[in-house]
């Protein structure tokens, strides 16, 4: 049996997802959760060979779960389910460690074998991004990407500082050199691109 947990912060996906899977002979959901931080807890408490995740999720995000469970259990495999059609989220995932990145949109009899992939120790990956992916790269780095999602959400540069225990020179500098490497005019348009492409 492949032992699975799954992750989703929407009660009635969760359990249409969990419902959909048991059917399956040779798949057993061995836990649920609705956050970032229980599903990092089930895991480590059931260690089930498939973590099935979404990634917009309350506490933590999918892709920083996958991120933890690469580091501290690295014998679950992670999947990633989500709505995200965009390389650029692909990308992030695969570099956090999920070797599988499926879109919600996919026939039911995909998941299953995804997670049979994933579990031989294979790839599973959306075929309409795994070209793409490859193509263009995430040009900004993670201090840039955190300051340009904070300048984003309204912080202004002295919370942005206080927050990443920053000077407020040095977080002028990377949303200067965020705002310069994806071509925008300003922060607002910087963050909108990079969203956009799945960066952010």
């Known amino acids: ?61 999918g892709l920083e779960v996958a991120a933890a469970v690469k580091e ?28 599988g990145y499926l879109l919600k949109d996919s026939p039911a009899e995909t998941l299953a074998n995804a997670i049979r ?26 201090r840039e990407r955190q300051v340009l999602r904070l300048a984003s959400d309204g912080a202004t540069g002295g919370e942005i500082a206080g927050q990443l225990k920053l000077s407020e020179g040095t977080v002028r500098n990377y949303l200067s050199e965020a705002i310069t490497k994806l071509g925008a005019k300003n922060r607002v348009e910087a963050a909108r691109i990079a969203r956009d492409k799945g960066w952010l």
């Open 1 to 61: 049996m492949i032992r699975v947990v799954v992750a989703e912060d929407q009660s009635m996906v969760l359990g249409a997802l969990a419902a959909l899977l048991e059917i399956e002979r040779d798949i057993e959901v061995v836990g649920q959760a609705r956050d970032g931080q229980h599903a990092l807890d089930l895991v480590a408490r059931e260690m089930p060979d498939v973590l099935l995740t979404d990634i917009e999720m309350p506490h933590l995000s």
């Open 72 to 99: 501290r259990h690295p014998q679950t495999r992670v999947v990633i389910l989500t709505t995200f059609a965009r390389a650029g989220y692909l990308r992030r995932a695969l570099d956090a460690g999920a070797q």
């Open 117 to 142: 992939r994933v579990h031989a120790g294979m790839r599973a990956v959306a075929p309409e991004l795994a070209q793409e992916a490859w193509t263009e790269r995430d040009p900004l780095n993670d």
